[in-house]
């Protein structure tokens, strides 16, 4: 039976599972979206026809069989068309995200005709929420079950989590992994069991082909592991039983067998495939040169209620190292954050797409957020006008403060829905203007601009996209109305010179014609400027003074 204690924590995840699903059709597609969709698809051909056809990604003697049959009957959206740079790298593709994004598809899509884009994510749903309810089993059984709610609710409000959660199916799916792989080598250790020894090595090799960060842990987990037998040295003979060293010397063959069957497409060419992806891995990983973009991007995204008692669980955390208590926990809290962004912040290293890379950091920054808090109202409790209160009066004073520190957070993710993914606190926006200067770098925001076009658009129109077209044209059939026709504008790199270059297409056509289009870093979106000289928007989306999206109506 659930003990009443479990109840806040169920009801607030049943409350974020049915927000979640009524609010992931407001995420359009991302730029790796159709590539990560298309090969997806083909693994799951692969999985249920057994021919390996699917996983060959070549075109031979001009022959391009890589389609999928079902892509052509006009029902489904065309990934293979828009599938980009994944096609030509699928070795760059991780497997485990697409595929369960396939999977969610057949029966959202196929079985109960939902929309196809939203079926892919769907799985993400149940990803978040064992996220969540991993993360308050974690917290409750090592701390308490206050801090588990916490934490749970920290992480779950978090702005970039909650916009990550409803469309990233790489990230999302890492921090599930991550956390399950920490969760079941801890419980090995504590209980020297070589049962969950072999259980952590299968999901070690689950997280492997989800994404690479998982290939940091043993930087974590090892000095975890020899904190443990420091702390326990009258008990070190009992590390070393035969169970547990087989258990030990087993851990990497698991792991790398579980990779590596998973994977189909290594399994042609396995050593080419692996080398293949052990130089993307290093390729990736060391291709920029901001060594401090990571450590100042993610305090900038944890909200500035929440940052106080962030730092005051990194204190708290230190200091029970210091004193020898939970010291090998909390030394793991500790590693999770500065392996990471350590890594992060060598010369070189990639920070390209800013925090989804290590969106796994914040469990547990929310964790250390969690016992700062726990740990202040603590303090807080002690004062003698407070300690003489009853226990009810002093839960409400302890539910009350939480929902103090979440109420801004709270607002401003409702108040900039669907474009979380674009906060950062004030702190960060005073220390460094250029932050104010966020722009929808993954065009999520293009499903908010063409249901606005769907409602006001005249009738027999024509719309153009202004950068990254590649995540409208699939969508043609499904998100558009009937009579507006998208076309394809004909847009070289660097010019300036839209109207010149499409003039005939304005001109030709017998209705209105429409622009809609992000801002962007970009060099291909220079060629709005031609038309912001000419004429206003007629809409726009903006964060705080940004400018997110505009639509241009130009005949």
Same mark, same amino acid.
């Given at each position: 039976?659930?003990?009443?204690?479990?109840?806040?924590?169920?009801?607030?995840?049943?409350?974020?599972?049915?927000?979640?699903?009524?609010?992931?059709?407001?995420?359009?597609?991302?730029?790796?979206?159709?590539?990560?969709?298309?090969?997806?698809?083909?693994?799951?051909?692969?999985?249920?026809?057994?021919?390996?056809?699917?996983?060959?990604?070549?075109?031979?003697?001009?022959?391009?069989?890589?389609?999928?049959?079902?892509?052509?009957?006009?029902?489904?959206?065309?990934?293979?068309?828009?599938?980009?740079?994944?096609?030509?790298? %699928?070795?760059?593709?991780?497997? *485990?995200?697409?595929?369960?994004?396939?999977?969610?598809?057949?029966?959202?899509?196929?079985?109960?005709?939902?929309?196809?884009?939203?079926?892919?994510?769907?799985?993400?749903?149940?990803?978040?929420?064992?996220?969540?309810?991993?993360?308050?089993?974690?917290?409750?059984?090592?701390?308490?079950?206050?801090?588990?709610? #916490?934490?749970? *609710?920290?992480?779950?409000?978090?702005?970039?989590?909650?916009?990550?959660?409803?469309?990233?199916?790489?990230?999302?799916?890492?921090?599930?992994?991550?956390?399950?792989?920490?969760?079941?080598?801890?419980?090995?250790?504590?209980?020297?069991?070589?049962?969950?020894?072999?259980?952590?090595?299968?999901?070690?090799?689950?997280?492997?082909?989800?994404?690479?960060?998982?290939?940091?842990?043993?930087?974590? *987990?090892?000095?975890?592991?020899?904190?443990?037998?420091?702390?326990?040295?009258?008990?070190?003979?009992?590390?070393?039983?035969?169970?547990?060293?087989?258990?030990?010397?087993?851990? %990497?063959?698991?792991?790398?067998?579980?990779?590596?069957?998973?994977?189909?497409?290594?399994?042609?060419?396995?050593?080419?495939?692996?080398?293949? #992806?052990?130089?993307?891995?290093?390729?990736?990983?060391?291709?920029?040169?901001?060594?401090?973009?990571?450590?100042?991007?993610?305090?900038?995204?944890?909200?500035?209620?929440?940052?106080?008692?962030?730092?005051?669980?990194?204190?708290?955390?230190?200091?029970?190292?210091?004193?020898?208590?939970?010291?090998?926990?909390?030394?793991?809290?500790?590693?999770?954050?500065?392996?990471?962004?350590?890594?992060?912040?060598?010369?070189?290293?990639?920070?390209?797409?800013?925090?989804?890379?290590?969106?796994?950091?914040?469990? %547990?920054?929310?964790?250390?957020?969690?016992?700062?808090?726990?740990?202040?109202?603590?303090?807080?409790?002690?004062?003698?006008?407070?300690?003489?209160?009853?226990?009810?009066?002093?839960?409400?004073?302890?539910?009350?403060?939480?929902?103090?520190?979440?109420?801004?957070?709270?607002?401003?993710?409702?108040?900039?829905?669907?474009?979380?993914?674009?906060?950062?606190?004030?702190?960060?926006?005073?220390?460094?203007?250029?932050?104010?200067?966020?722009?929808?770098?993954?065009?999520?925001? #293009?499903?908010?601009?063409?249901?606005?076009?769907?409602?006001?658009?005249?009738?027999?129109?024509?719309?153009?996209?202004?950068?990254?077209?590649?995540?409208?044209?699939?969508?043609?059939?499904?998100?558009?109305?009937?009579?507006?026709?998208?076309?394809?504008?004909?847009?070289?790199?660097?010019?300036?010179?839209?109207?010149?270059?499409?003039?005939?297409?304005?001109?030709?056509?017998?209705?209105?014609?429409?622009?809609?289009?992000?801002?962007?870093?970009?060099?291909?979106?220079?060629?709005?400027?031609?038309?912001?000289?000419?004429?206003?928007?007629?809409?726009?989306?903006?964060?705080?003074?940004?400018?997110?999206?505009?639509?241009?109506?130009?005949?």
């Amino acid at each position: 039976m659930l003990a009443k204690k479990h109840l806040p924590v169920c009801f607030f995840l049943i409350i974020f599972f049915i927000i979640t699903l009524l609010t992931i059709d407001d995420y359009g597609l991302g730029n790796d979206d159709m590539g990560e969709f298309f090969i997806g698809d083909r693994y799951v051909e692969y999985y249920t026809t057994r021919d390996s056809k699917y996983l060959d990604f070549e075109i031979h003697e001009g022959k391009d069989g890589r389609k999928i049959d079902y892509y052509q009957d006009g029902k489904h959206p065309d990934w293979y068309a828009y599938a980009g740079w994944q096609l030509l790298h %699928p070795i760059h593709v991780w497997l *485990v995200g697409p595929v369960l994004s396939s999977i969610s598809k057949h029966i959202f899509y196929f079985t109960f005709g939902l929309d196809p884009v939203d079926s892919h994510r769907y799985f993400l749903l149940l990803i978040t929420c064992g996220i969540l309810a991993l993360l308050y089993h974690f917290c409750h059984k090592y701390f308490n079950c206050y801090i588990g709610l #916490y934490a749970v *609710v920290l992480l779950a409000l978090l702005p970039r989590f909650w916009g990550h959660a409803h469309h990233n199916i790489k990230d999302i799916l890492n921090c599930f992994t991550t956390l399950l792989f920490l969760f079941l080598f801890i419980k090995a250790v504590r209980h020297k069991s070589p049962r969950f020894f072999i259980f952590a090595a299968l999901a070690y090799g689950l997280g492997m082909a989800t994404k690479a960060n998982i290939l940091l842990m043993p930087f974590i *987990v090892i000095p975890y592991f020899l904190m443990v037998l420091h702390t326990n040295k009258s008990q070190i003979k009992s590390w070393f039983s035969k169970s547990l060293v087989i258990s030990y010397c087993l851990f %990497p063959i698991i792991s790398f067998l579980i990779f590596f069957l998973l994977w189909p497409y290594l399994w042609i060419n396995p050593v080419d495939k692996i080398s293949a #992806y052990i130089d993307y891995i290093f390729n990736r990983g060391f291709n920029n040169d901001r060594p401090s973009y990571a450590v100042f991007t993610t305090l900038a995204a944890i909200p500035a209620a929440i940052l106080p008692f962030t730092f005051a669980g990194i204190f708290f955390a230190i200091r029970s190292i210091y004193l020898k208590r939970k010291s090998a926990l909390y030394l793991l809290l500790l590693l999770w954050v500065v392996i990471p962004l350590g890594r992060l912040s060598m010369p070189n290293a990639a920070t390209y797409d800013g925090v989804r890379l290590w969106l796994d950091v914040f469990i %547990p920054l929310m964790i250390l957020s969690a016992i700062g808090y726990e740990n202040t109202i603590k303090r807080l409790f002690n004062l003698p006008s407070i300690k003489a209160l009853n226990p009810v009066r002093k839960q409400l004073i302890r539910m009350f403060a939480i929902l103090f520190i979440l109420i801004p957070t709270l607002r401003w993710t409702i108040k900039n829905h669907p474009l979380q993914m674009l906060h950062m606190n004030p702190i960060a926006q005073q220390l460094n203007p250029e932050a104010n200067k966020a722009r929808d770098y993954w065009t999520l925001s #293009y499903r908010l601009g063409l249901r606005w076009l769907n409602e006001y658009a005249d009738k027999s129109s024509l719309l153009m996209i202004g950068f990254n077209q590649n995540v409208v044209h699939p969508m043609k059939a499904f998100w558009i109305r009937d009579d507006i026709k998208v076309m394809r504008l004909f847009i070289y790199q660097g010019s300036n010179n839209l109207i010149k270059e499409n003039l005939h297409i304005i001109n030709d056509s017998k209705g209105a014609v429409y622009l809609m289009t992000v801002d962007s870093h970009m060099k291909e979106i220079s060629i709005v400027n031609e038309i912001r000289q000419q004429k206003n928007p007629i809409h726009t989306i903006k964060h705080k003074q940004q400018v997110i999206l505009e639509i241009f109506k130009l005949k």
